[in-house]
């Protein structure tokens, strides 16, 4: 299975998924599907695999909220990204387009799953083996920069995350039109979010995310996943997108 960014844009006959271009290390696996007649070309996108077991984020979050949010969940915003650009390459064959914006938000709200599930997994590794800490280097710099300190960084991205009205998550996003970090929130997968900017940081505060451990208390969640944040990762990201 293709999973290297280079193997990725060569397979997808050029239709990068959103984002997965320039957000190295982050990219959703997928593979080519096979060309419709008439339709153009479209990408097969795949579950990606956790970078650990299942149970390696206990205690912060358990194995059986893992296992159901990477192989239920995660896998199904897979699926119904498929079915949404199929449908909508099916529409191009046909040239009816009855059914546009349906597949249109559907593939938004998917895809947006998608992406964020697959920048999710990588952005977690296990508590005192690689997640929490604090961030080093450029990164921390930046944080510093446009936050005044990792303090105030780390009190207004817990803030954003546990603020976010209904389900949707607390993101942390790179500009490079002025370099700047911005945190931010999404509903669902997809709202709120603006253009010209990549998130390379996220926390996942859908009921399903935590609901099993910490029940109603998403406060709790979001000041115990800072124990699990994979700064290497995100430091890697950062570098990559100001490249
Ligand atoms: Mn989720």
Not at 162 to 175: D, F, I, Q, T
């Amino acid at each position: 299975m293709p999973n290297t960014r280079r193997d990725f844009l060569r397979t997808a006959g050029g239709i990068v998924v959103a984002g997965a271009a320039v957000n190295g290390g982050l990219a959703a696996s997928a593979q080519a599907a096979a060309p419709e007649s008439g339709a153009g070309t479209r990408t097969e996108h795949q579950l990606p695999p956790l970078p650990y077991a299942y149970d390696a984020l206990a205690p912060v979050i358990s194995a059986e909220i893992m296992t159901l949010h990477h192989g239920k969940h995660h896998a199904g915003y897979v699926k119904g990204l498929n079915a949404a650009e199929a449908a909508l390459a099916e529409a191009r064959a046909a040239g009816d387009y009855a059914m546009v914006q349906h597949w249109a938000r559907q593939a938004a709200f998917n895809g947006g799953g998608h992406y964020l599930h697959s920048m999710f997994w990588k952005v977690m590794a296990p508590p005192n083996n690689g997640g929490g800490g604090e961030p080093a280097g450029a990164l921390a710099d930046r944080i510093a920069e446009d936050f005044g300190s990792f303090a105030n960084f780390k009190a207004h991205f817990s803030a954003a995350a546990k603020g976010v009205e209904g389900s949707g998550w607390g993101l942390l996003h790179y500009r490079p039109e002025d370099g700047r970090l911005l945190i931010l929130q999404a509903e669902n997968q997809q709202k709120l979010s603006p253009w010209g900017s990549t998130p390379i940081l996220g926390i996942d505060v859908w009921e399903h995310a935590y609901y099993l451990d910490y029940k109603n208390d998403r406060g709790a969640y979001v000041d115990a996943w800072w124990s699990v944040v994979n700064w290497a990762q995100v430091a890697a990201s950062f570098e990559a997108l100001r490249k």
